[in-house]
Structures are given as C-alpha cells and as structure tokens.
C-alpha cells in the first residue's frame, strides 16, 4: 500500500503562486509515474498535468501549460507542482495521484490508471 500526502493548498490571489507538495511512502517511487487533478465545485475532476520517471517528461494540459510546472525529487520521494500566475478559475481541490510504471516514458490521464491517491487539499485563488 502507497500513502500520498499532500501539502501547500491555500488561499492566494490572483497572479499570485504556490506550490503544492506530494510525498509517497514506499520504496519504488522512482518507477512511478504521476499525475496532478482538481476539481471545482460543480464540475468533474481535470486532469492538470502528468510526469513520467523517465527524462522525466511532463505533459500539462491548455488550461495551465506555461503556468504550471510538475517535478520530482525521486530522493524525496515526492512530486511538486508549482503554480504561477494564477487565476480565480484555478480555485480547486487539488489532489495527487501515482502508479507504478514498468513503461518509464508513459503518462497517464484517466482515474482508473492510477492506483494510488492522496488526500486532496483546497486551493482558493481570490480575484
């Protein structure tokens, strides 16, 4: 069993950052790959963005490319994603999720591919 916890929601104003932390127990961490996702209120869980253990690469989606930055600290055992220039419609329950990889260069956009997720932590952007 993999436990992922998060740290570093809150609230922010708009065109402000934060960064929001991610750490995994176990050991194989470095074999896994990531994912980030929110969800606002109302409205169905987004994927944000996903790093494979391999480079590693990072994919994001429209809605944060060029914003938002996903990496890993594979000593740490934990991922990060760091968030600028944020807008009031980024307000969300940000939540983590991993799964081991065997393919290191694959990313993964569905809920049911991860295995593994954290806690979700409340991220308000204020305009």
């Known amino acids: 069993q993999v436990h992922l916890v998060e740290t570093g929601g809150g609230l922010v104003q708009a065109g402000g950052s934060l960064r929001r932390s991610c750490t995994a127990s176990g050991r194989a961490f470095r074999r896994y790959a990531l994912g980030w996702v929110r969800q606002a209120p109302g409205k169905e869980r987004v994927f944000v963005g996903a790093?494979?253990?391999?480079?590693?690469?990072?994919y994001y989606d429209d809605s944060v490319r060029g914003r938002f930055t996903i990496s890993r600290d594979n000593p740490k055992n934990t991922v990060y994603l760091q968030m600028n220039s944020l807008k009031p419609e980024d307000t969300a329950v940000y939540y983590c999720?991993?799964?081991?990889?065997?393919?290191?260069?694959?990313?993964?956009?569905?809920?049911?591919?991860?295995?593994?997720w954290g806690q979700g932590t409340q991220v308000t952007v204020s305009s």
């Open positions: 999720a991993s799964r081991l990889s065997l393919d290191g260069g694959a990313y993964y956009f569905s809920e049911s591919e991860y295995n593994y």
């Open positions: 790093i494979n253990w391999s480079g590693p690469m990072t």
